[in-house]
């Protein structure tokens, strides 16, 4: 008779854990794995850990600007140290002879187990679940004790800055999450089964290890199907069934091919996530008895390359548009093991036009490689390790290697069956013992190659031959992110990295391009009801409640928002623009909330929108298939001829039939003022490519200043870019009215004072030497303004519908026009004026250095009028159009009836405000 089966069953652990700290490490010495009830101190509720479960030191927090309030969100309970958790389980009877694991999803770091007060084993693996043989130790039909010792100290001298282990993020928790069981299956069993798909010959070779745990010999007998989970169908297959002996307490492996029906093979990509479902079924045979068993592998079939410069999915060129996460989980401040958690994330990953995830310095729970497999995401996973010059070296301390290859090997046999795992780096900015990193990752290669490899993240190095790609940020010195060329990304569309590029022979992946600051939106700190609690955002909104501007909270979100988002925009477009790159990493699309308040995404660290931009339109500027356009400049004057060249990445499943292009330039009314056509033939794969070009002399129609569009899209608009331009005229209906009644000056003296008395229109025009004045700046904060120490603002608020704009196009945020503006400005800080003044451009401060700023605003003073303005409206206007443009703007709408500012300021206070470093050193008074 044979019996039948499964692979395994599985009695759940979860519940009431009865636990005892250990802070002074004394729990072993004592005894305390024989019997915990003397020191027991509690239950808490597992899966789960300490900190959810209300347990660890609290610290008092106030609201205090400094470094270390703002530095990240705080966890409400904190424990590190040892801390032992016991829990009697009834084992059924019907396991007696059967093999038995039991089985932790995810720990930190090390786990010790004692089963009936028998030492089990020892664990440490901060990637993988911890699994222990328990089966001399469990008494089937009776309770059995078992005692879990956690100890999450750093005892392997990793440092805590990988996202694997740090408090910037995630937290250093102590506990247990995801799944907690006791699993019992056949005393012989499969385990280790590795599937290879080898896309050229439709085929899977299986390796594995067939495992006798018995005294006596077996005989295994073994057959293999495969079916699609697509449509559930079972495919036709060639393999030979798999016959082995296996001897007494034995281990063998095998190696095992299967041919796949060739016209019913479907590949797995981020277009078309096909996953297959392989069941070995097999029949074991001892002298006692035969059982039937089955065991289950999902795979795709998919290979995913380095050639070249680029990467290829199954032999397509791939270009990887991907952005990090690093274990921001603010609820729980651990990664979910839930699968549709997952499936949320990488959801709105792929809403947002993206199609890789890179998990910096940590490896992910299996839940998220499920997702990602299901949706087609391509996986790059990392080993926990950011070790670099600045905190500890590769290699600094003996345990990293032995640790760290152990903990790569772990990452590549526990999730190398997923096809989204497609990349793999040992951590992050990696510096020290590159001879151990080498030797790493060419272990790894040598036994699997389903997927590409580098030695580290970020770095400009000599590649080594066991690199696959090169992820950095500069090569040879050369920078491949918008961050080194400034002015190329904001002043025209011309902006590529084919230089850095040449420099490797392999894909190149620019390294966490974009960081840039967006004001912290304090509004959401409601949403923060887990066990992190957001000490840095109470911080900053106390300190904006403080200086009374609280009130402008949504301002400062959304002009930083918006300005972050162009220059988003614009470093992702270089990407695309260039020629064989091999993709970029983001960082971030979501907020960053540790390494001081690094809030850089432009969604909140719950991937939920800030209202900046909608998913589609993120997608006409990010997808698999982006139209651009090669623009020497932005900023015209009427009468120029317009010319750009027009080029497109594609990515997409297929060539791109010969197609029809249509483009237009039109106002913000909607008037198209010229437009045309572009056809192409079959357009392949790749970035960068020259599909055409665009000559117009539309802006003779061009009256008054005016911000254009430039829109390109195919027949049916399925695929459109567009791009503002702005057109400034000379033309006389622009030409400012009379200006000789406006005294215009950049001296506060007794005849501006007089001019105001008589009740004139005075026109102040700030610069640097005023001594309550801050730099003007486009380009905001990097990263953090606490991480990189500065006092730069972070975008503009304009009043976009204030009539001194009546001839200057503007939004209410900083556009690229705006760029030489602000770079060529000061800033008047008016936290201690106690004057009133309309604010028409208020600057956003970092959230370091809350202070109210503005370059441009108006008062009365007496029966006169100020405008005050800290841009450069004066120097060298005949080379700076945009300039010259305000100029006229603000001076027309001053000689007319509307300028009739509301708020009032007394005299004395203008010239407090106003005066200059000199005098304020002196102590003499305007």
Known sequence: MIKAQQEMTCLNLAGAWAYALDPNDIGHQEGWSGDLTPYEEGTVQLPGTLAENGIGDERVWGDEMNRETVRSLRPRYSYVGKAWYAKEVLVPEAWTGRHMVLFIERVMVQSTLWVNGHLAGEQDSLSVPHRFDVTPFILPGGTNRIMICIDNRDIHRLGQHPSAYTDETQTIWNGMIGRIEMQAMHPIYLQEMRIFPDMHNSRIKVTGMWTNTTASHAEVSSRLSVRSLECSEWLQTNSDPYESTLPPYSSVPFEWFCDMQEDHVQPWDEFSPHLYEMNVESTVTTPAESTKIEQKQRFGMRSFTAVGTHFAINGRPAFLRGTLECCIFPLTGYPPTDLSVWLRLFQIVKDYGLNHVRFHSWCPPEAA????????????????????????????????????????????????????????????????????????????????????????SNWDRPLDPADDLFCAQTVDGIGARGQYFPDALSDATMLDFREAVAQRNVPLLSHEIGQYA?????????????????????????????????????????????????????????????????????????????????????????????????????????????????????????????????????????????????????????????????????????????????????????????????????????????????????????????????????????????????????????????????????????????????????????????????????????????????????????????????????????????????????????????????????????????????????????????????????????????????????????
């Not at 609690?533 to 609280?550: H, Q, S, T």
């Not at 390494?595 to 698999?624: D, M, Y």
């Not at 809350?850 to 441009?856: A, D, G, M, W």
Request: hydrophobic share 35%; with cysteine; charged share 20%.
């Open 518 to 926: 967006v004001y912290p939106d304090v509004e959401e700190i409601h949403k923060y009801t887990g066990v992190l609690r957001p000490v840095n955002l109470e911080a900053i909104r106390a300190d904006l409640e403080r200086k009374g501007m609280l009130g402008d909270i949504k301002k400062f979100v959304y002009g930083s928002g918006m300005l972050a988002l162009q220059l988003y925009r614009e470093e992702i477009e270089a990407a695309l623009r260039t020629p064989g790159q091999g993709g970029f990493q983001l960082l971030d699309l979501h907020d960053f909330p540790g390494q001081s308040t690094a809030t850089v995404g432009v969604l909140n660290a719950f991937w939920e929108s800030k209202g900046l931009i909608e998913p589609e339109q993120f997608r006409t500027f990010c997808n698999e298939t982006v139209l651009l356009l090669k623009m020497p400049k932005r900023i015209f004057t009427h009468g120029e001829a317009f010319s750009a060249q027009v080029c497109i990445a594609h990515f997409g499943p297929q060539v791109l039939r010969s197609s029809e292009w249509t483009w237009s330039i039109a106002n913000e009314q909607g008037e198209v003022l010229d437009h045309g056509v572009i056809h192409t033939s079959d357009i392949g794969q790749g970035s960068g490519i020259p599909i055409g070009s665009i000559s117009s002399n539309a802006f003779h129609k061009v009256k008054t200043s005016v911000r254009l569009t430039v829109l390109i899209q195919s027949k049916g608009g399925t695929i459109r870019n567009e791009w503002p331009i702005w057109v400034f005229s000379d033309s006389e209906e622009e030409t400012a009215r009379d200006q000789t009644n406006i005294w215009i000056t950049d001296v506060w003296n007794e005849e501006t004072e007089q001019r105001l008395a008589d009740g004139g229109s005075v026109l102040y025009t700030v610069n640097a030497e005023a001594h309550h004045t801050f730099p003007g700046k486009f380009i905001p904060v990097f990263w953090s303004p606490v991480h990189f120490a500065t006092e730069d603002p972070c975008g503009i608020y304009v009043d976009e519908h204030h009539p001194v704009f009546a001839s200057f196009p503007t939004k209410s945020y900083a556009e690229h026009h705006w760029k030489e503006l602000l770079d060529r400005s000061v800033s008047l800080c008016l936290d201690e004026f106690p004057g009133s003044a309309e604010l028409i451009v208020q600057v956003i401060p970092n959230f370091y250095h809350n202070r109210k700023l503005t370059n441009l605003f108006e008062c009365r003073v007496g029966p006169g009028k100020l405008m005050v303005c800290g841009i450069d409206i004066v120097n060298d206007l005949g080379a700076r159009p945009t300039a010259k443009q305000l100029r006229r703007s603000i001076a027309s709408y001053m000689s007319g009836d509307a300028f009739q500012p509301n708020n009032s300021a007394a005299t004395a206070d203008l010239q407090q405000l106003l005066q200059t470093k000199l005098d304020f050193q002196n102590g003499d008074q305007l």
């Open 369 to 456: 490689f499920d997702a990602a497999d299901q949706l087609g995401i391509y996986v790059q996973a990392e080993g926990p390790a950011w070790l670099d010059t600045w905190n500890t070296p590769v290699g600094a301390h003996p345990e990293h290697y032995d640790y760290l290859p152990k903990e790569a090997g772990r990452i590549i046999h526990e999730y190398g069956n997923h096809p989204s795992f497609c990349l793999f780096s040992n951590g992050n900015e990696l510096n020290g013992d590159f001879h151990l990193l080498h030797r790493i990752i060419a272990e790894l290669k040598a036994n699997d190659d389903r997927r590409v490899y580098t030695l580290t």
